[in-house]
């Protein structure tokens, strides 16, 4: 208990501290302003990934993502989907924004969109880009690479990955990596065999990681279901992902 009291202060001091060397980036849908955040070694050429956060907008554990991967030599962009004003203050409210781009696919398309455009105006090199998503992000990982938005791969963690099935199943060319909790209530055994049918029919380059005595929100160390053997199993699984498909 006192170890995961201590791992948990930590985080969100190492939270803190990487925030200072995120970058805000402001930019546009329409009236609506969206603000970003970009690691310090924007502007270099480099193969740039796109972060998108859970459901209640930019976290700690999508700064530290965009931290880490700044030091294995990525730029990386962390999207904002909901636009300034407009960030969920509960659970309550998150589910009922979350819900809202989930069921308009095209909007919440339209908005990883808009941030891939920013991750590329800030060096990342336009061919070499890939996303990755957590939770609600996770999500958007998946409908990046269903929407064949300009991304090499996607990652989808503890993503809800169960689509609308009178949506049409259509050609997918980003690769996919799918890290499923093994005990995550969310993820019916019917959307686990939707995807598998879905990326088969799209003639994927596909996998999916399932990872044992986890639930929902494994990989965040200020969750009850974190599960640090399996989230450092799966953020390195995220690694070499990358390591593959961008460099």
């Not at 999207?79 to 308009?104: F, H, L």
């Not at 095209?106 to 070499?128: F, H, M, P, T, V």
């Not at 160390?221 to 992902?241: G, I």
Request: charged share 20%.
């Amino acid at each position: 208990m006192i170890r995961n009291l201590l791992l948990t202060a930590c985080m969100i001091s190492a939270g803190t501290l990487f925030s200072q060397k995120l970058k805000t980036v402001s930019y546009q849908d329409g009236s609506q302003k969206l603000n970003g955040l970009v690691t310090s070694n924007a502007g270099k050429k480099l193969p740039g990934v796109l972060i998108l956060p859970a459901w209640k907008g930019i976290d700690d554990e999508a700064k530290t993502a965009a931290s880490e991967l700044e030091k294995q030599g990525y730029i990386a962009f962390i999207a904002d989907i909901y636009g300034e004003g407009n960030i969920p203050a509960d659970n309550a409210s998150a589910g009922k924004t979350a819900g809202y781009y989930k069921q308009n696919y095209d909007a919440y398309q339209k908005r990883i969109s808009l941030a891939l455009e920013q991750l590329k105006k800030n060096g990342a090199i336009s061919d070499k880009i890939a996303v990755i998503g957590y939770c609600f992000g996770g999500t958007g990982a998946l409908e990046s690479a269903r929407g064949n938005l300009p991304v090499v791969g996607a990652v989808s963690i503890h993503g809800s990955i169960g689509k609308d099935q009178t949506r049409k199943n259509g050609p997918i060319s980003a690769k996919i990596l799918v890290e499923n909790p093994a005990d995550d209530q969310g993820v019916t055994p019917e959307d686990y065999n939707n995807l598998i049918k879905e990326m088969n029919e799209g003639n994927a380059d596909w996998q999916i990681i399932t990872y044992a005595h986890s639930k929902h929100t494994f990989t965040d160390p200020k969750s009850p279901d974190y599960n640090e053997v399996m989230a450092k199993r799966a953020w390195n699984h995220t690694l070499l992902f990358l390591k593959e498909i961008l460099k």
